[in-house]
C-alpha cells in the first residue's frame, strides 16, 4: 500500500492526476466510481482538466460502487442523480457507458446483472474507494463476508446516521441499498482510497494499521496488491 498525505488541496490534485495518467494510457479504461462527499473535490478537478482538454471520458465506461434502494435516478439523493450531476453532464462520457444499480428496484438479480455487467466491461481497472466511519466500502458494512459480490444490504444505524446530513430527517435516509461487494473491490485492477477529515482517522487507523478483519470492511485492502490511499492531515491524525 502507497500512503499519500498532503492538505485537501493536494489529496484532489494528486487524485486526479491518476485519472490523467490512466486515461491518457488506457482511454477505454473500465471505472468504479464512489459518492460521499470526499470524492466532491475530485469530480469538480476532473471537470476542469476535462474542460481544459487534459483529460477525456469519451472511451471510458464506469460502475458505481452502490445505490439506495427506494430512491430512483431522478431522486435528488440518489447516488445516480449525484453521479449525473457531479460528473457525468459535466465531462465528454457516453451516458451508456455509465454504470449504477438501479434503487428502483429490489431483487438479487439486478445484483447479479450488475456484476455479470462488470465482468462483460472486462473488470475495473480502477476502483476510486471513500471511507465510511465504521471502516465500510462501498456500503458493505461491518461483518460483510470478504467474498460478497454485488448485493442487497441493510444499512447500519451509523451510516444511516452518518447519512442523514442529506435528508430532511433520519425517517427519510433509506433502510437498504445495493453495493459492489468486497471481492468486487478486491478484484479491481488499482484501488485508490481517499479520505479526509479527523471523522475518518479512527477508520484509516484500524483499516490500515491494525488487524485484517471483516469488523473494518477496509482492512481486506492491505492484502491487495495496488491501493494507494491518498488522505489529508486530518485523517491521518491518530496515525
Ligand atoms: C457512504 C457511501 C460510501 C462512502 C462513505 C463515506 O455511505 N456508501 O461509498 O465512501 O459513505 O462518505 P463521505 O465521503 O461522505 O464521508
Redo the contacts with the bound molecule.
Sequence with gaps: MKLIVGTQEEVIKKAAQRYVKLLNEKPEAVLGL??????LGLYAELVKLCAEGKISFAKCTTFN??EYIGLDGTHDQS?RYFMNKNLFEKVDIRMEATHVPSGAVKSDEEAEQYDAEIKAAGGIDLQL?????NG????NEPLTPFTSMTHIVKLTDS?RE??KRFFASIDEVPTH?Y?MGVRDIMQAQRVLMVAS?A??AQAIKDAFFGPVTPQVPASILQLHGDVIVIADEAAMSKF
Design positions: 464512489a459518492t460521499g462527499s470526499t470524492p460502487l452502490d447516488y474507494l471513500g471511507l465510511g466511519v465500510h466500502i462501498g456500503f451510516t452518518a447519512n441499498a453495493t477529515g471523522n475518518k
